[in-house]
T-cell receptor
Framework: NAGVMQNPRHLVRRRGQEARLRCSPMKGHSHVYWYRQLPEEGLKFMVYLQKENIIDESGMPKERFSAEFPKEGPSILRIQQVVRGDSAAYFC????????????FGPGTRLTVL | GDSVTQMEGPVTLSEEAFLTINCTYTATGYPSLFWYVQYPGEGLQLLLKATKADDKGSNKGFEATYRKETTSFHLEKGSVQVSDSAVYFCALKTSNTGKLIFGQGTTLQVKP
């Protein structure tokens, strides 16, 4: 299956720890989007990356959150010093081109902050 | 800014009933419109899409028509099944960076 892969699927962290979420796009896709789904809410855009570049980070909190998509390897969403309000499902999606209509979603990482 | 509004759920129907989930949007320009479905514990799957006014997207018995005059993209299915129970998200894609803007989701529960 060459779908979008995310790991881990479930992540538990204590307040103040770091959370690192990984996303491997579909084969041949070089565009990655990260979305966050808070409990009982829809998905909210966080950041859009191409290989080695952040294109749009308008949905990212200004502090503690960062994202990267290196030339080799998966895209990483990093949350430093997690707080309980960071508990959510984090989804990544990939597409083949900047204006491609269809984004393909991974299964998500469910982060729980104790 | 751009936004999507869906009817609130949960929607509970009996098997073989007719389904409508309302979706309206606000956007500048000419967005593409989508319906995604999320089954329990899974990620989102694209259900159908429409890229311009009067286009009809369809898949697995579901349909939605892009209505520019009413800024709507209502999801319909003539006869639902228990296996259709899921959360349905309406979304639009802006023309700039391609990010998706989602509605809040509508939970559908179909009872046998």
């Amino acid at each position: 299956n060459a779908g979008v892969m995310q790991n881990p699927r479930h992540l538990v962290r204590r307040r103040g720890q770091e959370a690192r979420l990984r996303c491997s796009p579909m084969k041949g896709h070089s565009h990655v989007y990260w979305y966050r789904q808070l409990p009982e809410e829809g998905l909210k855009f966080m950041v859009y990356l191409q290989k080695e570049n952040i294109i749009d980070e308008s949905g990212m909190p200004k502090e503690r959150f960062s994202a990267e998509f290196p030339k080799e390897g998966p895209s990483i969403l990093r949350i430093q010093q997690v707080v309980r309000g960071d508990s959510a499902a984090y989804f990544c999606a990939s597409c083949a081109a900047e204006r491609a209509d269809t984004q393909y979603f991974g299964p998500g990482t469910r982060l729980t902050v104790l | 800014g751009d936004s999507v509004t869906q009817m609130e759920g949960p929607v509970t129907l009996s098997e073989e009933a007719f389904l409508t989930i309302n979706c309206t949007y606000t956007a500048t320009g000419y967005p593409s419109l989508f319906w995604y479905v999320q089954y329990p514990g899974e990620g989102l799957q694209l259900l159908l899409k429409a890229t311009k006014a009067d286009d009809k997207g369809s898949n697995k018995g579901f349909e939605a028509t892009y209505r520019k005059e009413t800024t709507s993209f209502h999801l319909e299915k003539g006869s639902v099944q228990v296996s259709d129970s899921a959360v349905y998200f309406c979304a639009l894609k802006t023309s700039n960076t391609g990010k998706l803007i989602f509605g809040q989701g509508t939970t559908l529960q179909v009872k046998p």
